[in-house]
């Protein structure tokens, strides 16, 4: 493998200009970082072999034009690519399909987010309910749950209809014999792809800042549960010489950042713990003792970051909720997380 090219980064560890690194199988993968919300930045990355070239995610219409203009600059067009490989059903990293269908390029995704993209307004509501049924039990009142229904909803613009050209499955191969790597956790379908000795992350391993965690009583496949499991996945599917996530900049020794991931959720399931050996707390006290005052999105990201905690403690019996507590309460109440004395 050659070295990766210079990567610039900005303050917060995010990549800024493009960059390239070549792989022992003859692939170059290039860098192409977008703005795909405001404030928010995505690794969108092509994978340019003779056999075979894919994009790896496609970010959001507004991130377009930039992406363009950025496969332009390492001399390639849209109609040039074999294959859309989506990483996950998250909307910075698919919102764009359509432009890239629209342009002839077949579209794949793992088969438990193909759902997201061909029902999206049905997977939208359905995820309403249960988020709102799940923050009506995280000691939250009814206002805050409509409000924080509401921000989940506004930040995820209609979609139409988009069924993906192929499903994905673990273990599958792309190109001329890339791994595709089924890592559930982050997101249902979330997944990695071995190119060579490079892996491509996408949210599942970030040089910086690690995904945000949901309770898979929202969402099945999701939690910390099946998170950590990945790691393992990842780690046995190695070794690897680098990593490129979808966002903050490469992974020189992915390995390490694997270890340095499961530390974080180590000392926060400790603290987590902690909280609720001194006294019963509810999610949204948790939260708050975790992360203190939130603004906007945070509320809700926090939220849901404490909650996979306390989910995967309760899972592994360190917490628990009394029996008779719990009874009393009718379905809406919060219960509150005690440690195992």
């Known amino acids: 493998m050659r070295r990766i090219s210079e990567v610039e980064l900005d303050d917060k560890g995010r990549v800024t200009s493009i960059a390239e690194v070549h792989t022992s199988g003859g692939a170059r993968i290039v860098l ?32 377009h034009p930039a992406l363009v203009a950025g496969l332009a600059e390492v001399g390639v067009a849209l109609g040039d690519l074999d294959e859309v490989v989506l990483s996950h059903g998250h909307m910075d990293h698919y919102a764009d399909a359509w432009a890239f269908r629209r342009a002839g390029v077949p579209i794949a995704i793992h088969e438990l987010d193909a759902r997201i993209l061909e029902c999206f307004a049905e997977r939208r509501a359905e995820t309403e309910r249960r988020l709102g049924s799940w923050l009506g039990r995280a000691g939250l009142s009814p206002e805050r749950v409509a409000s924080l229904v509401h921000t989940y909803s506004a930040a995820k613009p209609a979609f139409p209809d988009l069924r993906p050209d192929r499903r994905l499955r673990d273990g599958e191969r792309v190109g001329p014999g890339w791994r595709v790597l089924h890592v559930p956790g982050h997101c249902p379908g979330m997944i990695c792809l071995a190119v060579d000795e490079v892996v491509l992350t996408a949210d599942h391993l970030l040089s910086h800042t690690t995904p945000v965690q949901m309770p898979q009583a929202i969402t099945a496949h999701t939690g910390l549960e099946h998170y950590l499991r990945s790691l393992d996945r990842l780690e046995a599917s190695g070794p690897f010489a680098l990593a490129l996530g979808a966002h903050d900049g490469p992974i ?27 006294s019963p707390r ?57 440690a195992r004395r």
């Open 282 to 338: 509810s999610v949204a006290e948790v939260s708050h003792a975790l992360f203190g005052t939130q603004r906007g999105y945070g509320v809700l990201l926090s939220l849901l970051e404490a909650g996979a905690h306390l989910e995967y403690l309760h899972q592994h019996a360190f917490l628990t909720v009394e029996a008779d507590r719990y009874r009393a309460r009718r379905a809406w109440e919060s219960p509150w997380w005690s």
């Open 252 to 278: 020189p020794d992915p390995a390490g950042r694997i270890a340095e991931t499961r530390a974080h959720h180590d000392a926060r399931l400790a603290a987590t713990h902690a909280l609720c050996a001194e």
């Open 32 to 63: 192409l970082p977008v703005a795909t919300f405001p404030g928010h930045l995505n690794n969108v990355i092509l994978v340019d072999h003779p056999e075979h070239r894919l994009l790896f995610d496609v970010g959001t219409p507004t991130s």
